[in-house]
């Protein structure tokens, strides 16, 4: 069918060839987990005359390849390798076979920086394991769009099969891409990035009315079993004012957010009840202390082999990745894994069979494996435990929800649920706990259930100038003001919006400052650098530790009118000082925080926000179209 027929403005549906039909327009809503380890792709129509639930959310579950369990497959791995002939496609997911050079956990690429206590120790010394690795030409952003273009087409594919090319060019599409809680604001900004990236090259002929939003993955969850928990006579149904912990284990991070059930008919609500947490801290964990009893057991005998024989994509790796998939569901403590690998010079032991070249891997060993990951997350939900009762002074979570891939794990949820019931928390292991995320995801998007307020995770504000005060200063800020020689105090914090603040869609903060620039040089950009903090009490001084320069706003006064303001000589020089409102608001339903600025109450024509560790030639990117731009920004 084509659409060069009629306006090209209007809808297909107000269109007609003398070779089909008119098209009824409804709206398509694809979620996409983007995971450390699994990707997976959700999709929901608003076509058809009943209410849409869960039920109706439809997850891809034939991805391709050769190395995938059985015929169905409700993800693929995050992995990709790259062909040596350049206009051949890339192997990717089920495709990437052992002994290909691969790249796999690229996601963690994006956020390097961002720590938290509650973080494996040993993953920063991954590299050597065919891990966290990207070609030297590549960034972290290429090569997470690299990943996402081969995804996207297989997808686009499938969605074809579905709904048929005609109507997905005729139909608006809403991507909802879903992010960790605990990624940086650079990190998901670069997420948002990388999908655009991956849009364009895979030349996807989208509707121009498509849109991408990003969304938190324990809010995704949420979506998803709070909605199909509240229904019904069930005996996990939650009612209106309980508070639910949501624990979402995934392959690369762990959230842990709290939500307060505002209502539940006509339409579910929920708002954040805490500040979330989480960490680094998934089943990838556990491969990495598989990697190190390994080295312990067998040293050069295994590290001397290479990585294509060892990494994510080998049939070590993966012949590991399902045993650890499976492990605790038998008491048995002789059932033990067999793991095929030939080790050099390895000496014949209860854990190496020489001569069937089969490694061993007992129980309990396995339980050391899984030791500090269990550990790392117990210690997470006892911290949100604790930030209630220093809140509300007693505890009223009751229901604690394990989500996500490893949310799966029959061992965690056995090692949880004890733990938490001392604690007086029920834990539920709902249904397609690993697909949570990425079908709450679609319903998100077609039902527009979304918290109705946030807790903000971190205190975001300004560095200000004050007039030096030799009692409350230091020295090292002194310096001189080039308005009028008076002696001023810079690295002064401001915090409009405080860790903990509760944030809605129409949360927004402004900032009234003034500017000095030469009258010679008023068409040039003013740089204002936004800060943020995670300390629970806010920094006083810019210089403190903790104090983090999230962005630089380039503000460009080109063909702002300097006459109303005020001018003087000073040293030699012709000054104008210029009143500015920075506005960020908070509540943009792509989950983004959005910058503009005004002067004389005119928003002035550019503002680019560049993120912190950021070239200015990333600043930029749009994804099919111009419609699918969004205003310079960083996620929220």
Not at 287 to 297: A, G
Request: glycine share 8%; net charge neutral; charged share 25%.
């Amino acid at each position: 069918m084509s659409l060069k027929k009629g306006h090209p403005g209007l809808p297909l549906k107000a269109q007609r060839t003398r070779d089909a039909p008119a098209i009824e327009v409804h709206k398509l809503v694809v979620g996409i987990d983007f995971g450390t380890t699994f990707t997976g792709v959700s999709h929901v129509s608003t076509a058809g005359a009943h209410e849409k639930t869960l039920d109706d959310v439809e997850a891809i579950n034939d991805w391709p390849g050769f190395g995938r369990d059985g015929d169905f497959a409700m993800k693929t791995p995050t992995r990709l390798a790259y062909s040596d002939d350049p206009a051949a496609q890339n192997p990717w997911g089920y495709y990437v076979r052992p002994g290909m050079k691969s790249y796999s956990w690229m996601k963690l690429l994006l956020d390097p920086t961002q720590a938290s206590k509650f973080d494996d120790p040993g993953l920063a010394g991954s590299e050597g394991s065919g891990v966290l690795r990207k070609p030297l030409n590549k960034t972290a952003v290429d090569v997470c769009a690299d990943y996402l273009t081969e995804v996207a087409k297989y997808a686009w594919k499938a969605l074809t099969k579905r709904y048929t090319i005609e109507v997905l060019k005729a139909t608006p599409i809403e991507f909802w891409l879903t992010v960790p809680a605990v990624w940086s604001d650079k990190a998901k900004h670069d997420t948002l990035r990388a999908a655009r990236k991956s849009a364009k090259q895979a030349k996807l002929e989208c509707h121009p009315d498509s849109q991408i939003f990003l969304i938190r993955e324990p809010e995704a969850a949420a979506v998803a079993v709070l909605s199909d928990m509240t229904k019904g006579a069930s005996e996990e149904q939650i009612k209106v004012g309980d508070s639910v912990m949501i624990i979402d284990c995934g392959g690369g991070t762990v959230d842990i957010t709290t939500y307060e059930i505002s209502s539940i008919d006509p339409k579910l609500t929920f708002k954040e009840h805490l500040v979330g947490t989480g960490g680094k801290c998934g089943s990838t964990y556990i491969d990495r202390e598989f990697i190190k009893w390994m080295t312990e057991k067998f040293g050069s005998a295994y590290t001397d082999l290479k990585w294509e024989l060892r990494g994510p994509a080998s049939r070590l790796m993966k012949e590991f990745e399902s045993y650890k998939r499976d492990f605790g569901k038998s008491d048995d403590a002789a059932m033990y894994a067999e793991l095929p690998i030939a080790l050099k010079d390895a000496p014949e032991s209860a854990w190496y069979d020489e001569l069937d070249n089969i490694v061993n891997v007992f129980p309990a060993d396995f339980k050391e494996m899984f030791k500090p990951v269990v550990e790392k997350i117990l210690a997470l939900v006892e911290s949100q435990l604790d930030d209630e009762r220093r809140q509300a002074g007693h505890n009223t979570i009751k229901t604690a929800i394990l989500v996500g891939g490893f949310g799966d794990s029959v061992y965690l949820y056995n090692k949880m649920r004890p733990w938490l019931l001392a604690r007086g928390v029920k834990l539920i292991n709902p249904k397609n706990a690993q697909s949570a995320v990425v079908r709450g995801a679609a319903l998100s998007g077609l039902k527009n259930i979304q918290p109705t307020s946030r807790r903000s995770r971190l205190h975001y504000g300004w560095s200000c100038t004050e007039a030096f005060d030799a009692m409350r200063h230091d020295v090292r800020d002194l310096f001189v003001s080039s308005w009028d020689g008076s002696p001023q105090a810079s690295g002064n914090m401001r915090w409009p919006l405080s860790k903990g603040d509760l944030v809605d869609e129409s949360t927004a903060i402004q900032f009234a400052f003034r500017v000095e620039l030469s009258s010679d040089k008023v068409n040039d950009s003013y740089l204002l650098k936004l800060y943020c903090s995670g300390e629970n009490d806010a920094p006083y001084f810019e210089r403190e530790t903790g104090v983090q320069n999230m962005a630089t706003i380039y503000l460009n006064f080109r063909g702002v009118d300097m006459s109303s303001f005020e001018s003087r000589i000073f040293g030699g020089r012709s000054m104008r000082r210029v009143y500015c409102d920075i506005t960020v608001s908070f509540g943009h339903r792509r989950g983004v925080l959005v910058f503009s600025c005004t002067v004389n109450g005119k928003e002035i024509g550019k503002t680019d926000v560049i993120f912190d560790g950021q070239g200015t030639a990333d600043a930029s990117g749009s994804c099919t179209d111009s419609s699918m731009a969004s205003p310079s920004c960083a996620s929220q």
